[in-house]
């Protein structure tokens, strides 16, 4: 099976029941749409919930998020193929995959596109905290340039896209928070993704992100939620 779920944020209590409820092996893969908050304090607590999750009966697909570093940032991963894309992965913990950017992967006979990363609308309240914020954790012009050209590859046809953000005109904004200044977001992401999803010939797109449950169009949010591919 491959699964689909929104953020967990470090917190997999659910993910730990979900895979009591389907009895899973590690041939099932649970596909996370960015801030799994594996890769969040980069020291010891990291290294606690790596050592629970290799326990758990699943694989974990984790897209780049925004409240979580970049593992090719960390100098603790390696890169590896697999279902037709290249990952970051531990030997330590196998069942542990990182997406890169951009990367083409086929689950259940469908071609997917990964596309992390998204703006903090918290990051001033994270910095004046000292917790963690990251300058890459939108993608970078050399992503951008990457994904385009993995589109241009398929000829603008893909069956997934797998993002934590969204198009810019799928924003949903009832939930937005109400002491955030929207004009000072930065949503150059989401910008870039709308056009991208213009020229697109796809079938569904998922993200996180939003901490939502709710569909538009081929548009899917996902939070607690959790289908199958």
Known sequence: MFIITGDTHGDFGR??????????????????LG?????????????????????LPITLFCIH???????????????????????YVEHEFPNLLFAKDGEVFEFSGKKCIVIGG??????DYRLSNNWGWWPDEQPSETVKHYVEQQLDSANW??????SHTAPLKYEPREVFLGFVDDSEVDKSTE?????????????????????????????????GDYLEL
């Not at 998020?65 to 697999?82: F, K």
């Not at 046809?157 to 797998?162: C, K, R, S, T």
């Open 118 to 123: 998204a703006y903090s609308v918290d990051k």
């Open 15 to 32: 993910v730990g029941a979900l895979c009591e409820k389907l009895e899973t092996t590690k041939e099932d893969v649970l596909i996370i």
């Open 157 to 162: 046809h893909i069956d997934v896209v797998l």
């Open 35 to 55: 801030d799994a908050g594996v890769n969040y304090y980069g020291g010891k607590k990291d290294l606690r919930l790596k050592h629970v999750l290799a326990g």
């Open 65 to 87: 998020g925004n409240h979580e570093r970049r593992p090719e940032s960390l100098g603790l991963y390696e890169e590896a193929q697999w279902c037709g894309g290249t990952v």
């Open 191 to 223: 910008v870039w993704l709308g056009a991208i999803e213009d020229r697109l010939d796809y079938d569904h797109w998922y993200c996180g992100h939003y901490h939502t449950n709710k569909t538009i169009d081929k548009m899917r949010f996902l939070f």
